[in-house]
């Protein structure tokens, strides 16, 4: 698994704003990789950038600066202007979208939904080949082939993401961009579709980047953790070290929000309450982005973007006093 399937160097994503010279800067200058067959976990506030990060990486929006190297491929280059053809690689790289009701065409069976790849890729040879294939995926999502003929609102939420899942595996990805799959469901059914792709990348040797905001579910399927905030990565480690051995202020607060059920340790846990509100994207603070929230700002923090750096083997943070934050 040391193998790196995904290298994403200085990503930028910015979005002008209508009548204005201003640009929402939902995602900037992120750099991380993941590796082959392993999971990666995004966490954040909402609106940190963690969708646009997974789907400027698939190029569903095209970014505005950075690099993307796929299995040792550059597939997007600002500086050198290389653009790749991406349709080679839609069979390589997949997404599950968040939401379930809004992800699936209304008008479609979901035979036809989850065909459309195979149709688009060529993935058959005859009518009857299809139809076997298409069967085969919503079996192995935990459907069965009286589904194929139904259409998305005669299903449950968790049924839908299932379908989402069957989509995204008909076309044999290596790589799957998991938005928020289960942020939408029940608990209960979260635990049941997290499961599902726990087995699927063991069957398949998938590797997956897992966006979620709840923290407790990253860490059950990552194997490392990434925390986001206001467009940028503020540390990235090992997801059992990014838990006990946290270092940057803000994944200490959203680590500290996790709900505990022990009793007597939820009552002897201390809550990191910050404060204030997120900045605007539209005009984020100079220096570091959460300095308006810190406890240990100052003029430093104001004046210098701390660099994204690795400060242990493989546990990176960007925080100009890691010294205060650990007394």
Not at 5 to 28: C, R, T
Not at 86 to 105: E, T
Not at 118 to 143: A, C, P, S, T, W
Not at 279 to 287: A, K, L, R, T, W
């Amino acid at each position: 698994m040391s193998e790196k399937l995904l290298e994403i160097e200085g990503l930028k994503q910015y979005f002008p704003v209508a009548g204005s010279k201003k640009v929402v800067k939902a995602v900037d200058d992120v750099t991380f990789f993941i590796k082959k067959g392993e999971t990666l976990g995004l966490v954040g506030e909402s609106g940190c950038g963690k969708t646009t990060t997974g789907r400027s990486i698939l190029r569903l929006v095209e970014p505005t600066e950075g690099k993307i190297v796929y299995d040792g491929k550059v597939i997007f280059d600002s500086a050198s202007g290389t653009k790749a053809d991406m349709l080679p690689y839609r069979r390589k790289m997949q997404i599950v979208f968040q939401d379930p009701y809004a992800s699936l065409d209304p008008r479609m069976t979901v035979g036809d939904i989850v065909g459309e790849a195979l149709d688009i890729h060529r993935l058959y040879k005859n009518r009857k080949e299809r139809y076997e294939k298409v069967i085969g995926l919503l079996q192995r999502v935990g459907l069965n082939s009286e589904h194929a003929n139904r259409y998305p609102h005669e299903f449950s939420g968790g049924q839908r993401q299932r379908v989402g899942i069957a989509r995204a595996l008909a076309v044999d990805p290596e790589f799957i961009v998991c938005d928020e799959p289960v942020s939408a469901l029940d608990v209960s059914i979260q635990a049941q579709v997290v499961n599902m792709f726990e087995e699927l990348q063991k069957e398949l040797g998938l590797t997956y980047l897992f966006i979620a905001h709840d923290l407790s579910v990253v860490n059950h399927i990552s194997d490392r953790i990434g925390v986001m905030y206001l467009g940028h990565l503020v540390e990235l480690a090992d997801a059992e070290e990014l838990i006990f051995h946290s270092l940057h202020p803000y994944t200490r607060s959203l680590i500290s929000a996790v709900p505990v059920a022990d009793p007597k340790t939820a009552r002897n846990s201390k809550r990191i309450i910050l404060q204030g509100d997120v900045p605007s994207p539209v005009d984020p603070p100079s220096g570091c982005a959460f300095r308006t929230r810190c406890p240990y700002a100052d003029e430093r923090c104001r004046m210098e973007t701390p660099e994204f750096r690795e400060e242990a083997a493989g546990h990176y943070c960007a925080c100009h006093h890691l010294d205060r934050v650990g007394a």
